[in-house]
């Protein structure tokens, strides 16, 4: 059951025997563990983090951020360890999408989890953010809450009361990126993925041991989805390029390419062009901005007007 309460900072952030060093590492979990607001909070309680964002300004991203705006009003509550959902519980259910938000391999979306929250509306979204610590694409559920991947849909969906929402979608990177596909196969909803690949490589299937990984797909072409299908991905990434053509030969795909990159980790990417925060508001919007009314299919990909223009990812700076 989720927590009716807020969780508190689970970590000392600023502890005086704490090295500088330490302090930096702390600032970085920080940034991917905890909402805005509550980030915000823990550097006005301990001036020596405070003090060393500057010694971190390579590696952090949310101090950009909050040095021009507020932090995002979400609140942190935990599923369990690895699942936790971010709300904003002063908005009604009724009035927001709730995105199901897959991690990769590095235990973030391609940046860290407070960045995404602080560039997505909290009076729009609630978010679950879903971290894999055993890196099996999520097939073995998540531990202590569910056994396989179909029951992880299922008490996700009961646990969150996905019918109490306005709409849902799915959303993975990396790693994530394919599982957030066959998560919208069970739940429904829009699911895209950014940087997602199929997972059957000889690495992967022998590197697990006894959690070997499932031999079915979800994504296959014996099986239909009603969810609207997205892939994002560096347009000059050719592994990436080449996972969702394939999956356009079973099922129609919005293929969503970013101009000018051969970075698997796009939204980084876009970040350093300071059009993230655009490309969340077309992404996860109704309708995303400039795309067609109907999917395009691999072998029209490349068509004008086939995908976001590219003028839409290139605008120069930081993020607004």
């Known amino acids: 059951m989720i927590s009716p309460t807020p969780i508190r900072v689970s970590y000392n952030l600023g502890g005086a025997d704490r090295s500088l060093k330490g302090r930096i590492k ?44 507020p932090p995002a009003r979400y609140i942190r509550r935990p599923i369990t360890p690895w699942i936790t959902l971010f709300e904003d519980p002063d908005v009604a259910q009724e009035a927001k999408c709730l995105i199901f938000a897959f991690c990769g391999l590095g235990d973030r979306l391609m940046m860290g989890t407070a960045v995404f929250l602080q560039l997505i509306p909290n009076a729009a979204f609630d978010v679950v953010v879903m971290r894999d610590p055993d890196r099996t694409l999520y097939e073995h559920g998540s531990r202590n809450y569910a056994k396989s991947f179909h029951e992880l849909a299922r008490r996700l969906s009961g646990d969150t009361k996905v019918d109490r929402y306005r709409r849902i979608c799915s959303y993975g990177t990396s790693m994530g990126g394919f599982v957030a596909l066959r998560f919208g196969q069970l739940v429904g909803g829009r699911a895209i993925s950014v940087g997602g690949r199929f997972p059957w490589v000889i690495r992967r299937l022998i590197s697990h041991g006894r959690q070997a990984i499932q031999a079915f797909d979800l ?33 129609p795909v919005m293929h969503w390419p970013i101009s000018d990159t051969s970075e698997h980790n796009v939204i980084f990417e876009m970040w350093k062009r300071g059009n993230l925060r655009q490309f969340y508001r077309d992404v996860f919007a109704t309708e995303p901005a400039a795309a067609n009314s109907s999917p395009i299919s691999a072998s029209d990909r490349h068509r004008p007007g086939s995908s976001i223009p590219s003028e839409v990812m290139s605008a120069p700076g930081i993020p607004r």
């Open 219 to 251: 994504l296959c072409a014996c099986r239909k989805t009603e969810s609207d299908f997205i892939c994002v991905y560096g347009d000059r990434s050719e592994e990436d390029v080449k996972s969702a053509d394939q999956l356009s030969t079973m099922y």
């Open 26 to 69: 702390a600032l970085m979990d920080a940034e991917n563990d905890m909402a805005p607001l509550e980030y915000q909070r823990a550097l006005r309680e301990s001036r020596q983090l405070a003090d060393s964002l500057n010694a971190a300004r390579a590696w952090l991203h949310l101090p950009v951020l909050l040095a021009n705006e």
